[in-house]
């Protein structure tokens, strides 16, 4: 059963605009809500994360937008840049002493110049 | 941010034969290592958790006796893929968490290619 349901699977924006990626979850256990940022090859690297005790987080370009009664979540990108072509996933977790996420199955992010 | 290294990137191996991946937090104690894998164009799924000291936990429907984990010490996880296959040709991932800092966030290596002939 996947727990977090993410849309759309690829996305295409032109230079400038605004990236809108969701993220749904079914598990109310969930705490942490992170989003990952992954170059072909690569490894994930951590972009920005939000627990559920606030709406919103920003950091420079990136804001996640978080509804706790929804139990959804998002990523903007403000001002996208070539250079954010990439996949996004949206992940989360909660505290069961390891904390394992579980991701989304990832967006495909080709910001045209 | 916290470092973490994967070694080797890239493997090139005959069938049959054993693989050994590691997995380095470089500036931090890493109590719980993750190992994941990443088929094309698919999301990371978990294979297993890495503690250090004791027996790695294991995700449904993967096989521990063919994927070996040890986790010796608090900067070290090793992933050995045993008989691989082409069908154990993919993309792994290991991440690691922060002990100290009790942090969730996880911390992801840059990955080794593993490819089975």
């Known amino acids: 059963q996947q727990q977090v349901k993410q849309s759309p699977q690829s996305l295409i924006v032109q230079k400038g605009g605004i990236s809108i990626i969701n993220c749904a979850y079914e598990n109310t256990a969930f705490d942490y809500f992170p989003w990952y940022q992954q170059f072909p090859g690569k490894g994930p690297a951590l972009l920005i994360a939000?627990?559920?005790?606030?709406s919103e987080k920003k950091e420079g370009r990136f804001t996640i937008s978080f509804n706790k009664s929804a139990k959804q979540f998002s990523l903007h990108i403000m001002d996208s840049q070539p250079g954010d072509s990439a996949t996004y996933f949206c992940a989360a977790s909660y505290d069961t002493g390891r904390r394992a996420l579980t991701f989304g199955s990832g967006t495909r992010l080709q910001v045209q110049p | 941010g916290a470092v973490v290294s994967q070694h080797p990137s890239r493997v090139i191996c005959k069938s049959g034969t054993s693989v050994k991946i590691e997995c380095r937090s470089l500036d931090f104690q890493a109590t719980t290592m993750f190992w994941y894998r990443q088929f094309p164009k698919q999301s990371l799924m978990l294979m297993a958790t890495s503690n250090e000291g004791s027996k790695a936990t294991y995700e449904q429907g993967v096989e521990k006796d063919k994927f070996l984990i040890n986790h010796a010490s608090l900067t070290l996880s090793t992933l050995t893929v045993t008989s691989a296959h082409p069908e154990d040709s993919s993309f792994y991932i290991c991440s690691a968490r922060n002990a100290a800092s009790q942090q969730e966030t996880q911390y992801f290596g840059p990955g080794t290619r593993l490819l089975v002939l």
């Open positions: 939000i627990r559920p005790d606030v």
